[in-house]
């Protein structure tokens, strides 16, 4: 048997670049700011424990049974009025529990794209819907972000000349450029998929992680009072609020697609674990989410402080950035051309690792940027990485 058995699409299939790059930050001594997880010190074991115990007592069979597959009614239930509180208004019908935001992306990919069909991504974007859209043989094109998000300008002169079937994008908190749409431009993008007739996926992991004071109205809530709900398909999932591990997200479906999604998600894998769902729906009942959130956001807001103060004092020269309102990631630029996937290397001698920003591009990728996270670095080693960061600068200029 030969390579050439493989299906022709998955042939060039590649691990994550950055899984492979970051191979090394796991040595002793390493500071990795390249990581992308949750920081499972916040993880909530009591809240957890709690939800097993009752998983094991009340109803128990129902968690280790076949279930279906548009998931638990109950949990479904529960998504509605979690959703209500980010301003989105849905029926139980309409959310299909998935197993993590990943997992919903593939099942619209594969609902919605057809091979050659124009994607839109933001520029950079999410690595692994990149790697999605790719395998669904899109004709994947990019439109710029500034400190507002997506500029729709932009992407407005695209869909002029262009069909586009479908824009893809992350607009709070981005991963993994740290920004947020402006309210305006969120409207604004609403407005141009009716008038353009393309689908927004609006993908919303990190929309309670919020270092501000400021709510932002999620797409598809402002698709619900411009009359234009069908439009935007949404995404979400517990993984950056709860726990990733459990793998429960959702979609919430508009009606012309709910068959096809629900189908999809059969031929998958039938539904997702019911043990999760059902672990879920417990750790809900307990009330314990609300502040399980405060307690992420604070301690998230603290640590983006913390790397942010000290980008500024030691290479306020070198780099720029916006800073983020929430989520997990900070997006810098070198204000000079500085490969920083050749300058890994350096930094690793240094003892520090980040993620090259060349791998969020669908094309011509900006060579200059890199991602940071700070959630599960602690504290205290947030200011040694920079100086780190530094001392690998000085040594390369
Ligand atoms: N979308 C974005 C933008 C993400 O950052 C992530 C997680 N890194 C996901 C989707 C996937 O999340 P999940 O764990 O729910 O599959």
Redesign the pocket.
């Known amino acids: 048997m030969s390579h050439n058995n493989i299906a022709r699409k998955v042939q060039n299939l590649q691990s994550s670049a950055i899984r492979e790059l970051l191979k090394h930050s796991k040595m002793d001594g390493v500071i990795s700011l390249g990581g ?2 949750p920081d499972p010190d916040l993880f909530d074991r009591e809240g957890l424990q709690i939800a097993m115990d009752n998983v094991l007592s009340s109803g128990w069979k129902e968690a280790f049974q076949y279930g279906l597959s548009e998931g638990s009614p109950a949990l479904r239930e529960a998504i509605c009025s979690l959703l209500s509180k980010r301003q989105i208004h849905c029926h139980v019908d309409d959310v299909v529990v ?8 593939d099942i619209l990919a594969r609902a919605l794209i057809d091979p050659g069909d124009v994607v839109v991504v933001e520029r950079p974007t ?1 690595l ?2 990149l790697q999605i859209f790719q395998l669904a043989e899109a004709n994947l094109m990019s439109v710029g972000t500034d400190g507002d998000g997506m500029i729709i300008d932009e992407l407005e002169a695209l869909v002029k000349t262009t069909r586009v079937k479908a824009v893809y994008i ?1 607009p709070t908190f ?2 993994p450029g740290g920004v947020t749409l402006a309210e305006h431009r969120r409207k604004q993008l609403v407005e141009l998929s009716k008038r353009y007739g393309f689908v927004i996926i609006e ?1 919303d ?2 929309g309670e992680i919020n270092f501000t004071d400021k709510t932002f109205t999620p797409l598809k809530a402002w698709a619900e009072t411009m009359d234009n709900s069908d439009n935007v398909i949404y ?6 609020i709860l726990a ?1 591990g459990t ?3 959702w979609l919430v479906v508009p009606g012309w697609l709910k068959r096809q999604v629900v189908n999809l998600k059969q031929a998958t894998d039938l539904h997702t674990s019911a043990l999760s769902q059902s672990l879920t729906w417990h750790y809900l009942q307990t009330g314990r989410l609300s502040g399980q959130i405060a307690l992420i956001r604070d301690a998230y807001k603290q640590k983006c402080q913390t790397l942010s103060q000290h980008l500024e004092k030691e290479l306020g020269d070198h780099l720029t950035f916006h800073q983020p309102m929430g989520g ?1 990631f900070l997006w810098a630029r070198f204000k000079y051309e500085l490969n920083t996937t050749q300058w890994l290397q350096k930094t690793l001698n240094n003892g520090v690792v980040y993620v090259p920003g060349e791998f969020f591009y669908c094309k011509e990728p900006d060579h200059s940027t890199l991602r940071m996270s700070y959630v599960s670095v602690p504290e205290a080693n947030l200011k040694e990485a920079v100086v780190r960061l530094k001392a690998s600068l000085d040594a390369s200029v």
């Not at 995404?235 to 950056?240: G, I």
């Open positions: 992308g997880i998935t197993s993590g935001s990943q997992q919903s992306l999410y692994a819907a992350v981005g991963n993908d992991p990190y995404t979400s999932t517990f993984s950056k990733p793998r429960v997200g997990m």
